[in-house]
């Protein structure tokens, strides 16, 4: 039983085998190279887990699972944050050839049932520590929404019978791992979106293993790298790119942090000498507004590479990398559905301060198209098209929308705006698609649009970006009301609905009518105008010298 996804043609799978890209290899391998050695995988707070004991906890989470009746054609819900349990349970679920979706721990209930309702998950794994599992009647009360949850697990559980820690402690007795075929789906990556419902992104064992063994390649991951993640730990870019799947790809040692502020990551550098992490730009700028106003902050001699993507980078504030932090900046431009791109590290510092880097495979085809489709020059900026040896081929479950998001030969529109330099490199220019990209963390306007309309007062909505100092963009939802309101009220009915904090509109503007365009459709680039005019307006106040 194998979970159906849609295919790359055989041709082209063909050619992906040929080229080495594709081995037959399930990523369970990745762990499976290292598996005998006794030096330290993957450290939190809590504890560190040498190599051999994080194959021997995913054998007995396994084995354990197994015991349950799970297996191969289940899925599973699963989300933990930046602990080490992440990994033992990514590792037992690839092992059975469970199939999981990994949500991000800043998820709520909106989002895990939109998931669940997808996948219907034979296995809930979750922590108490969040507000949606705190208590068992919560716990519950999920449960019994989704009638396909026949197991559940829970880290810090009060009893044994839902306990993780239990499960991973149990004897894996003469378990033996069977891992989904290679050319079979491993696992779902979650969509930033722009459509109403969260979307999956079935990804395959063989497409993801290249996708980080190229990855490490690039950014000469070894055995040396002690590897900073701060990102939430489900996010594709700390799991692949190289991330630590390519860390445990190399033998090196991943440090997790709870979060990537200066005050929690400064003093895990120094203490772990760190080599390399991964930040958006977001949590770049305060780390130099850190560096600058933390006095004898603790050391971050030991970076040598730091990774910038997930949004836009300034070339004003890439510059500062070397400069201030001392190490090299790399850029990074991926994205969950597949194609990753790398400034190298011998680029000469123009070309890493002024791109978002180059694809990481050479037969990652990517072009750039104008609004009839067809392929536009270098230098011209148009809409990204692409297809490659680890681009999805289609949305899990979504042949409406799998339609327009690609074109007839297989190349995935990804909403991108970009323009290419004569030699290839990615200048990330804007973006069609209906999402807001706040500092790196997706928010698909329409799935904010649609909770907003099941208020009562709510008559339309419209949620568009702003631009922010430090978060590149926040969001605005204009509304059409039957009444007046007040911003605390629609942020109460969007927790209400269970919606990630992330998701809030930063701010709310109530309008007669919301602008449209020729055709009809809401004229959001009017609205982003019209905040940008405002914005102005305020500024110029602020700023104009007194008496005038
Ligand atoms: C990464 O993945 P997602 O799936 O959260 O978001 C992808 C989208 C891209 O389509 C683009 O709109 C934006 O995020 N993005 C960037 C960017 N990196 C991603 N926009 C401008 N400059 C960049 N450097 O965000 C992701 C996945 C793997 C590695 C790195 C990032």
């Not at 800043?106 to 705190?134: C, G, K, M, V, W």
């Not at 989904?180 to 419902?197: I, K, N, Y």
């Not at 059409?480 to 109460?492: A, E, I, M, Y």
Request: proline letters at 6%.
């Amino acid at each position: 039983m194998t979970i159906e996804f849609t295919r790359w043609p055989d041709a082209l799978a063909q050619r992906y085998r040929e080229r080495g890209y594709w081995l037959g290899l399930p990523l369970t391998d990745i762990l499976q190279r290292q598996a005998d050695r006794d030096v330290a995988a993957i450290s939190d707070s809590i504890s560190t887990l040498s190599y051999r004991q994080l194959d021997d906890k995913s054998d007995r989470l396994a084995a354990a699972l197994q015991r349950r009746g799970l297996g191969a054609g289940d899925t599973a819900l699963v989300q933990l944050g930046n602990v080490t349990e992440f990994y033992v349970v990514f590792f037992a679920l690839l092992k059975i050839g469970v199939v999981p979706v990994n949500a991000l721990f800043s998820h709520q209930r909106s989002e895990l049932n939109a998931y669940a309702s997808q996948i219907r998950p034979a296995l809930l794994i979750a922590d108490t520590h969040h507000a949606l599992f705190a208590e068992h009647t919560l716990v519950a009360a999920f449960v019994e929404q989704h009638p396909s949850l026949r197991v559940t697990a829970l880290r810090n559980a009060e009893d044994d019978a839902h306990s993780l820690a239990a499960w991973i402690a149990e004897e894996a007795g003469d378990f033996c791992a069977s891992p989904t075929p290679a050319d079979e789906v491993a696992f779902f990556q979650l969509s930033g979106g722009s459509t109403g419902t969260p979307k999956l992104i079935p990804r395959t064992h063989n497409d993801y293993y290249y996708s980080i063994r190229r990855s490490v390649e690039i950014c000469r991951f070894d055995s040396q790298t002690c590897y900073l993640c701060a990102l939430p730990i489900a996010h594709n870019y700390p799991m692949s790119s190289p991330g630590a799947l390519g860390v445990f790809y190399g033998g090196g040692q991943v440090i997790l942090a709870t979060d990537p502020s200066a005050q929690v990551c400064f003093p895990l550098i120094e203490q772990h000498v760190i080599t390399v992490t991964a930040l958006v730009p977001p949590a770049l700028t305060l780390w130099l507004q850190a560096m600058k106003e933390w006095e004898g902050h603790p050391s971050l001699d030991s970076l040598t590479l730091l990774q910038v993507g997930g949004a836009k980078l300034s070339e004003t504030l890439a510059a500062r990398v070397p400069q201030e932090i001392g190490c090299q900046l790399q850029q990074v431009f991926g994205m969950a559905e597949g194609l990753v791109n790398y400034t190298l590290l011998d680029d000469d510092p123009q070309r890493i301060f002024t791109t978002q880097g180059t694809p990481m495979c050479p037969d990652d085809e990517l072009w750039v198209a104008d609004e009839h489709g067809n392929p536009l020059p270098a230098g011209e900026t148009g809409r990204l098209m692409t297809r490659g040896p680890y681009t999805f081929q289609g949305y899990y479950l979504s042949p409406e929308h799998n339609a327009s998001a690609f074109d007839e030969q297989g190349f995935y529109c990804s909403g991108d705006l970009i323009s290419l330099t004569d030699d290839g490199y990615v200048q990330v220019q804007g973006r069609l698609k209906d999402q807001i990209n706040r500092g790196g963390e997706k928010i698909a306007a329409e799935e904010i649009e649609n909770l907003l309309l099941r208020h009562e007062c709510v008559i339309n909505a419209a949620l568009v970006s702003m631009p922010d100092n430090l978060m590149g963009e926040k969001s605005c939802a204009f509304l059409v009301t039957r009444s007046g309101f007040k911003p605390v009220q629609l942020r109460r009915h969007l927790r209400e609905l269970g919606v990630a904090e992330f998701k809030l509109p930063d701010r709310f503007v109530r309008v007669e009518r919301l602008p449209l365009t020729p055709v009809g459709k809401v004229d959001k680039k009017l609205l982003r105008e019209k905040l940008i005019a405002q914005e102005q307006s305020i500024s110029q106040e602020h700023t104009a010298p007194q008496g005038e």
